[in-house]
């Protein structure tokens, strides 16, 4: 069974740093792909980082790209999502996810992991000015 669990949300400061972590099981990471996906308040999915398995490139939505790192250890079965520099704009419930399909790609496409399957519980970020 494959689960996602997502940790280390808070509350931050305009201008600091947090690092969320997925433990994954279930399955072989591996072999997927695996992204972050945050929704704010009132709004949709948004997809944030993806991690490819094929060849370790990582994708980000324009909005963090130089503030987000993603990343993954494999002796750990974690991924982990390092936050710079965070906004207001930043608040949102934070989520790891994968996909038995459309994880496998060789690629990642931001806006298509909003659409992968298997999501954890979440983790909040809350981002104050």
């Known amino acids: 069974q494959v689960q996602l669990v997502e940790s280390g949300g808070g509350v931050v400061q305009s201008g600091g740093s947090l690092r969320l972590s997925c433990a994954v099981s279930?399955?072989?990471?591996?072999?997927?792909?695996i992204g972050w996906i945050r929704q704010a308040p009132g709004k949709g999915r948004e997809g944030v980082a993806c991690?490819?398995?094929?060849?370790?490139?990582?994708s980000y939505v324009d909005s963090v790209k130089g503030r987000f790192t993603i990343s993954r250890d494999k002796a750990k079965n974690l991924v982990y999502l390092q936050m710079n520099d965070l906004k207001p704009e930043d608040t949102a419930i934070y989520y790891c996810?994968?996909?038995?399909?459309?994880?496998?790609?060789?690629?990642?496409?931001?806006?298509?992991?909003?659409?992968?399957?298997?999501y954890g519980q979440g983790t909040q970020v809350t981002v104050s000015s």
């Open positions: 996810a994968t996909d038995p399909i459309l994880a496998v790609a060789t690629h990642c496409v931001i806006p298509q992991i909003v659409d992968f399957d298997h």
């Open positions: 279930g399955f072989n990471m591996a072999e997927f792909n």
């Open positions: 991690s490819a398995y094929y060849d370790g490139k990582t």
